[in-house]
């Protein structure tokens, strides 16, 4: 059955869609062990997260957001990146409810000796071929997923919302 309903995109779609398949399968494996640290895909976007919003001061629901993660999610894994030492909570002295986060020390030395290998470990080839882009053309592709995300967020929310049925 041909699939002409997504044209030239065919190979980008499916290329989304193969990348989401293989992240989900993987995506709770917690690896590590340095230094005591274990981390999931999940945990370590949750880390990169805060480190990179640390100069504002941002809700946790907020940072959920930024990720297009449940908060109770959200919540559990930094729960585990402050029991690691990787992150610290802290309350504003006007709203004691409010949590705010930040990386400690160690979390930052952390981030940053591994996302070095990282990018040798794929993030570099896969920036390489998209090297000869122009910022605007980076930006259209950019816009591109964020939109795909955006209807794939709402479409989520739609279908997770509990439905009543008539007795």
């Known amino acids: 059955m041909e699939l002409s309903w997504m044209g030239r995109y065919r190979n980008l779609v499916g290329q989304l869609t193969r990348y989401a398949n293989i992240y989900v399968r993987g995506y709770n494996i917690e690896l590590g062990g340095e230094d005591g640290v274990f981390l999931s895909a999940q945990s370590w976007q949750v880390l990169e997260c805060i480190i990179e919003h640390e100069d504002e001061v941002l809700k946790m629901a907020e940072l959920s957001r930024c990720l297009g993660m449940p908060q109770s999610t959200f919540s559990k894994y930094v729960k585990r990146l402050v029991q690691q030492h990787l992150v610290e909570r802290y309350k504003k002295t006007d709203n004691q409810k409010e949590i705010i986060l930040r990386p400690s020390a160690f979390g930052r030395e952390f981030y940053s000796s591994k996302s070095k290998g990282l990018l040798e470990l794929g993030y570099k080839q896969m920036f390489g071929l998209l090297e000869n882009l122009s910022d605007d053309d980076l930006e259209a592709v950019v816009a591109a ?14 279908f997770s919302k509990t439905r009543l049925i008539k007795l």
Not at 145 to 158: C, K, P, S
């Open 145 to 158: 997923v964020q939109n795909l995300a955006d209807h794939l967020d709402r479409d989520t929310d739609d």
